[in-house]
């Protein structure tokens, strides 16, 4: 009944993308342009280079993994007890670019401290609110 | 919906009960005396409602001395937490961001 506990888990999210791999990958790798779309970094495209994402609700601790440009970057993604790896893969289209983020590596035990110390709380209250109302 | 969900889900009905449970997971362990001076009710009715947070689970205390520390069990919460969809919320929400991005950019 327990073997869960054990489970590494992944979330895949993938979007058809109007731009060439060329300039996603630029958005992926510049730190001012990183800063725009995820949190604000120190990255550099260096295999084994540690960097920092860092947001108003504390920061990420990274590690570079795999540089393959315009197609591959890989790193660790360690929060509040959360150890995962994040690989963006870019595959050209006829119209544009296939990105593809895997955040992979999650254990039961470590989902609940990166929730509590991310976003997941208000957010869960906000629901659990909604739940509340519909239950007497 | 299992008699986990009930417990939970009755114990955090109560207004005072969730905003106590609240303060514990963002702020960390307090005593007694601290959560009253900020819970807008007398410390008896802070103590009668971390009872019932302790019996279902969501808190836990340690004595030192004459104060009582409590703090949140984050775990007691898992069940009710889809954590899969919430990080494929979070990286939509990016790409949503991303997207934004690579039309403002020079080619």
Known sequence: MNEISTERLSVVVERELAFPPEKIWRALTQPHLIEEWLMKSDFKPVVDYNFKLSAEWGSVDCKVLEVEPNKTLCYTWDAHGLESVVTWRLAPTSTGTHLRVEQSGFRPDQQQAYQGATYGWPKFFANLEQVLARID | ?107
Do not use: I, N
Not at chain 2, 21 to 29: A, I, K, S, Y
């Open chain 2, 1 to 107: 919906m299992s008699h986990t969900h009930d417990v939970l889900f009755k114990t955090l009905a109560d207004p005072t009960r969730r905003a106590l449970f609240e303060r514990l997971c963002r702020e960390g362990e307090k005593t007694v005396g601290a959560l009253t001076a900020r819970a807008g009710v007398s410390q008896p009715v802070v103590s009668k409602h971390l009872a019932v947070l302790k019996r279902a689970g969501m808190v836990c205390d340690r004595h030192e001395g004459r104060q009582t520390h409590y703090s949140a069990q984050r775990g007691a919460l898992a069940p009710l937490v889809d954590w899969t969809s919430q990080m494929a919320s979070f990286w939509e929400t990016r790409f949503d961001h991303l997207e934004d991005l690579l039309k403002r950019m020079d080619q």
